[in-house]
């Protein structure tokens, strides 16, 4: 008897090992989940699910990038939204990561957030070094929009009279002239819904960056990355240039090569299931647009995938 309870407790043992070795569990921090983006998590996970052996993926409720980046350096999740500007600074360690830097990589790309700089036609701001002094609002209280478009005004030596306020606030104070406009994060190479709500009966100038402002940001903010929009006809926008973000996957860098490959390959060949959950996807190139956009070091197994289909990843990409 005391044989046979020795044989069963040791197959019960192998056959936990075999699960436990066999299979991942994987947890993804994202953001409220009222927000779209909480949406796309959602696909990226089932999509892991299904096309990922022996992955079993699930998503958490998190307070979005700041939040992911504390849980990824403590292994809290897998895999966690991120901005790309937040993560440069976190891989970096500098800024409000001095001292504390979180060893977490790119895996990948899927959203862009050119900052827009909005203004009231009838103001005659053509310049974003006339914004000196007027009433302006450089983003939503506490964003990120927030804090990016106060630190580059600043670079830029331009010092409006800032006014703080919500988006219904700030889109009815502009129309309403009492504010010249605003910064706001574009949806795409798109004008995000409350600028376009805006233009339905008061018209906008978008302000862009000059050559010259282009080089500093690019050389004192590295975080950031330059966005050459393109023409945005219907609302008569000719073609600009603005700092921004992009918005994607990081991962922990306890998560394991093979299993990151494998989400990595998922997540670029797929074209269905990412688009199902947010529209603006469509048409775009995961793989071009992380190649674009990073402003930190990717993924070996994003490096690795990339290479494989034929890409060329520059030097300050892979660490």
Do not use: C
């Amino acid at each position: 008897m005391f044989k046979k309870l020795l044989a069963v407790t040791a197959t019960v043992t192998a056959l936990s090992s075999t699960v436990a070795l066999g299979e991942t569990d994987l947890l993804i921090g994202t953001t409220s989940a009222s927000s779209s983006h909480y949406g796309y998590f959602v696909a990226v996970s089932k999509l892991i699910n299904s096309a990922v052996p022996d992955v079993k993926s699930s998503v958490a409720e998190t307070g979005a990038t700041l939040d992911n980046l504390r849980r990824l350096s403590r292994n809290q999740v897998d895999i966690g939204l991120i901005t790309t500007n937040t993560l440069y600074e976190a891989y970096n360690g500098v800024d409000s990561f001095e001292g504390k830097a979180v060893p977490s990589k790119l895996l990948w790309i899927y959203s862009l957030a050119p900052q827009n700089v909005a203004v009231r036609a009838d103001a005659d701001v053509t310049r974003l070094s006339q914004l000196a002094g007027m009433a302006f609002n450089p983003g939503i209280r506490g964003s990120s929009t927030e804090a990016t478009s106060e630190r580059v005004l600043q670079l830029l030596d331009i010092s409006p009279d800032y006014v703080r306020g919500s988006t219904s606030d700030v889109v009815n104070a502009i129309k309403d002239n009492r504010v010249v406009g605003y910064v706001k994060s574009g949806a795409g190479f798109k004008l995000d819904a409350s600028t376009r709500d805006i233009a339905a009966q008061t018209p906008l100038h978008i302000l862009g960056l000059a050559p010259e402002q282009i080089a500093k940001v690019e050389t004192a903010l590295p975080q950031l990355s330059i966005f050459n929009v393109p023409a945005i006809d219907e609302m008569q926008v000719p073609a600009y240039s603005t700092w921004g973000f992009a918005v994607g996957a990081s991962a922990s860098e306890k998560l394991d090569d093979e299993v990151a490959y494998a989400i990595i390959r998922a997540v670029m060949e797929d074209d269905s299931q990412q688009v199902a959950a947010m529209a603006s996807l469509k048409g775009l190139n995961l793989a071009e647009m992380t190649l674009a956009y990073a402003t930190s070091p990717l993924h070996p197994a994003t490096v690795r995938y990339l290479q494989e289909k034929g890409y060329e990843v520059p030097a300050r990409l892979i660490q």
